[in-house]
């Protein structure tokens, strides 16, 4: 099968997720959807100049990116989104998966007109910029090299109405757990050890995996210590030894980890503190609800849970490479908020929703092969996928298939036919 033969499945399966993500939407806006994801996906780009590009429509590109632009500033958008990629992925999410959620930054350092500018740090350089902050949630499981985006906010504290990060982190928290029926473990670092999000989490029986700040009061047989100390005097019975994939290479770490029984300040529950030695000379403290005891399956899944927020990060800068985002133009806060729900959108369709229609072999033999890649598909495929759709789309050059007539079961196409 030929690349515009592909590039026609692509674009049909664009068209069915587009269905199924908004049936609360009017036409109109279901076109606007559909055709953002199009042209997001094909541009790998959140500037509505390069998305209106990619649309290849007959009127001036100026009208194209006015019309986007108009549709963009819909109230609403990005909380209604957000809710139906959650639905989405629900059928994603299982008792064991774990829900990691993570604060990130979206720097715009030479901006000046976008509003609600607030300071941010730079997690690249470690800079304070202009910018914005985002609340991302991304399920795997333990181990696990796949991953699925379910949500993805942004706010800045200078914006009206603006209660706080945790009542943003909250949000999401609500808005997934809703969806996802309770299922799944909320996995944090130390950026959510935060006595107001864990009585939250412990009044709605939420189960949780937060590493601790050292100076961190808890409750240890009957006396208040810091998480520090209790960590000191805690038997490390269990061993293992992994690899971590950096930036230098790949590199050993010999672990050596055990538990003890603690309470939080004010709060009934049992909770388990997890320490771990052989990332540096301090110990990686864990906090959980999840029942532990003496044996190594059950301790091994809380270290192993925790080491799989790490590799989420990559799916992090995956977002903001892959689509440019950290480029984005818009200068109204609501258009800002309603594009990156839409990167969301973008985002899960690469990920998650061609991964329902086929296996991640196929796609590899397919759309990754369309990457070109000089030195093969690399271990994280999905900037490979990205890739791909990009390029196949862009051979194929005929927009999205919304402003032509409708093809019949469209829900029924699959990329097994490509086999």
Not at 363 to 378: P, S, T, W
Request: net charge positive.
């Amino acid at each position: 099968m030929d690349i515009s033969q592909v590039g026609t499945k692509l674009r049909e399966q664009i068209h069915a997720f587009s269905g199924e993500l908004s049936p609360r939407f009017t036409k109109p806006v279901q076109r606007f959807i559909e055709q953002m994801v199009y042209g997001i996906v094909v541009s790998k780009d959140v500037k509505l100049s390069q998305i209106s590009r990619a649309l290849e429509e007959t009127i001036a590109v100026k009208k194209t990116e006015d019309r986007l632009s108009i549709n963009l500033g819909r109230e609403h958008l990005a909380e209604e989104l957000m809710e139906e990629v959650a639905r989405l992925g629900k059928r994603k999410v299982r008792e064991e998966t774990l829900l990691i959620i993570d604060v990130s930054e979206i720097s715009k350092s030479h901006a000046r007109k976008m509003e609600y500018l607030e300071k941010v740090r730079d997690g690249s350089t470690g800079e304070i910029r202009d910018g914005y902050w985002t609340i991302n949630v991304i399920a795997s499981s333990a181990g696990g090299k796949g991953m699925v985006p379910l949500y993805q906010s942004l706010h800045s504290s200078a914006a009206p109405g603006f209660k706080g990060e945790n009542d943003e982190i909250l949000k999401a928290i609500r808005v997934v757990s809703q969806e996802s029926r309770g299922k799944g473990i909320w996995v944090g670092d130390r950026g959510t050890d935060r006595k107001k999000l864990y009585n939250p989490l412990l009044a709605n029986k939420k189960r949780f995996i937060i590493r601790l700040v050292g100076d961190r009061n808890m409750v240890f047989r009957g006396h208040l210590r810091t998480a520090e100390d209790i960590a000191r005097g805690c038997p490390l019975a269990y061993a293992d030894t992994i690899v971590r994939e950096g930036k230098e290479g790949e590199k050993s770490h010999h672990l050596t980890y055990g538990y003890r029984k603690v309470r939080l300040p004010g709060r009934p529950e049992q909770l388990w503190m997890v320490v771990i030695r052989g990332f540096g000379r301090e110990p990686l403290m864990l906090l959980t609800n999840i029942p532990l005891r003496k044996k190594r399956r059950l301790l091994w899944f809380i270290v192993e849970a925790y080491l799989t927020r790490w590799r989420i990060e990559e799916a992090i800068r995956f977002t903001k490479q892959s689509y440019n985002l950290e480029d984005v133009r818009v200068l109204t806060y609501r258009r800002l908020r309603n594009l990156i729900a839409l990167v969301l959108v973008a985002g899960y369709f690469s990920v998650a929703y061609l991964g329902e229609r086929l296996k991640l072999a196929i796609l590899a033999n397919r759309v990754m092969k369309a990457a070109k890649r000089f030195y093969g598909i690399a271990a994280f495929r999905y900037y490979a996928i990205a890739d791909g759709i990009a390029y196949i789309l862009r051979r194929l050059g005929k927009g999205p298939l919304c402003v032509r007539a409708v093809v019949e079961d469209t829900r029924q196409l699959t990329f097994a036919s490509l086999l």
